[in-house]
C-alpha cells in the first residue's frame, strides 16, 4: 500500500471549515483512499473513501487532486466533538486481504 | 444493537503469564482483525482471518496467536513471547467483498492490556 504523509496536527476554530491535507504520491491506479478518525482511547471509525472523483457524505467531503497525489479531508462545521486523531489510508485491493496501514495521522484539536 | 465488543477494556496481568483478549461480533462479517496500538502512534496488524477455521499472521505476528472457530468470534492470545505486551490492542471486522467500496472496518471500544 502506498506511503501517506499527513501534518501532525492541526488547530481548528469551532464552526469553522477543518481542512486536513494528506500527500500520497506514489498512489497507483487501483488505490482508495480512506480516512478514518480515533478519539482518544476508542477504535477507529471510519469517515469516507474515494478513487479519483471528489465524495461526500454526512460526515465529511473528500477531495482528491486530479493527479490523485493528495487530498484534503473537510469537516465543514468543525464542533469540540470532532476533536480526534485523522487517518489518511491508501490501499488496494488484493486477493491477499482488507489490511489498513495505519501512520500516526494528524491530531485536530477543535476550539471555542 | 449490531457491534463489536471487546472485553475487559483494561487487563493487568504479571509478565510471563499467556493472557487472552476477547472479541465478538455480531454484524455478520466474514473478516476480522486485530491491531495493536502503542502511545502516539498508528495501528499495527497482528492478525487477521477472512474465514472461518482461516487466519493470516499481520506485520506484528510474533508473539501473539488467534484463533477462529466460530464466524463471530476472534480471540487473541498475547504470549510470554511477546516481549513489550502493554498496549492498547484493537479488534475490527469488516465483510469480504469483491468490491473494495464495500470493505470498510468497524472497530471494537478496545482493550488496554498492561503487563506488570
Known amino acids: 500500500d502506498a506511503k501517506t504523509t499527513q501534518p501532525p496536527s492541526m488547530d481548528c476554530a469551532e464552526g469553522r471549515a477543518a481542512n486536513l491535507p494528506c500527500n500520497h504520491s506514489?498512489?497507483?491506479?487501483?488505490?482508495?483512499v480512506y480516512w478514518y478518525r480515533q478519539i482518544h482511547s476508542q477504535g477507529p471509525q471510519y469517515i469516507i473513501h474515494?478513487?479519483?472523483n471528489n465524495e461526500t457524505n454526512e460526515m465529511a467531503s473528500l477531495i482528491i487532486t486530479e493527479d490523485r497525489k493528495s487530498s484534503t479531508l473537510i469537516l465543514p462545521h468543525a464542533t469540540l466533538r470532532d476533536t480526534a486523531v485523522y487517518y489518511c489510508?491508501?490501499?488496494?485491493?488484493?486477493?491477499?486481504?482488507?489490511?489498513?496501514?495505519f501512520g500516526t495521522g494528524t491530531q485536530l484539536k477543535v476550539e471555542l | 444493537d449490531g457491534g463489536i465488543t471487546q472485553s475487559p477494556k483494561y487487563l493487568f496481568r504479571k509478565e510471563g503469564q499467556n493472557v487472552t483478549l476477547s472479541c465478538e461480533q455480531n454484524?455478520?462479517?466474514?473478516?476480522m482483525y486485530w491491531y495493536r496500538q502503542d502511545p502516539g502512534q498508528g495501528l499495527r496488524l497482528i492478525y487477521y482471518?477472512?474465514?472461518?477455521?482461516?487466519?493470516q499472521k499481520g506485520d506484528i505476528a510474533e508473539g501473539y496467536s488467534v484463533s477462529r472457530e466460530k464466524k463471530e468470534s476472534f480471540p487473541l492470545t498475547v504470549t510470554s513471547a511477546q516481549k513489550n505486551p502493554t498496549a492498547f490492542y484493537l479488534c475490527?471486522?469488516?465483510?469480504?467483498?469483491?468490491?473494495?467500496?464495500?470493505?470498510?472496518?468497524?472497530f471494537g471500544p478496545g482493550t488496554r492490556l498492561t503487563v506488570l
Open positions: 475490527a471486522s469488516s465483510i469480504v467483498a469483491s468490491r473494495l467500496a464495500d470493505n470498510e472496518q468497524f
Open positions: 506514489t498512489i497507483s491506479g487501483n488505490e482508495y
Open positions: 474515494g478513487l479519483k
Open positions: 489510508i491508501v490501499r488496494s485491493f488484493t486477493g491477499g486481504g482488507n489490511k489498513l496501514t
Open positions: 454484524l455478520n462479517h466474514d473478516a
Open positions: 482471518s477472512q474465514i472461518v477455521n482461516d487466519f
